[in-house]
Nanobody
Framework: QVQLVESGGGLVQAGGSLRLSCAAS????????MGWFRQAPGKEREFVAS???????LDAHFVQGRFTISRDNAKNMLYLQMNSLKLEDTAIYYC?????????????????WGQGTQVTVSS
């Protein structure tokens, strides 16, 4: 079992920044890939970014250099630094753990999920 707890969401103006965090526990964090997904109202959950056990990253097309995923294996922490936020980035952001070392973009590739943290971007 892996437990994931997200934090860092909130209300921010367009153009602003937020840093999401995800605390992991329960298994050896450094052995598997981690990802961020998001779900906006009325839309399906979509992939944001993923990071492999050794730090290789994979980003969704809409990230366009605005978001950076990172991890601290010593602290069992996953992060998502979000800059230049847009109205369309408003969503619930979920942290997910994959029982494999390499990044993936499909939600079905991830076995464990956090409860999510709300990000709201205002004009």
């Amino acid at each position: 079992q892996v437990q994931l707890v997200e934090s860092g969401g909130g209300l921010v103006q367009a153009g602003g920044s937020l840093r999401l965090s995800c605390a992991a526990s329960g298994r050896t964090f450094s052995e598997f890939a981690m990802g961020w997904f998001r779900q906006a109202p009325g839309k399906e959950r979509e992939f944001v970014a993923s990071i492999s056990w050794n730090g290789q990253t994979l980003d969704a097309h809409f990230v366009q250099g605005r978001f950076t995923i990172s991890r601290d294996n010593a602290k069992n922490m996953l992060y998502l630094q979000m800059n230049s936020l847009k109205l369309e980035d408003t969503a619930i952001y979920y942290c997910a753990a994959r029982l494999a070392p390499w990044s993936a973009s499909g939600s079905r590739d991830y076995a464990y999920w956090g409860q999510g943290t709300q990000v709201t971007v205002s004009s």
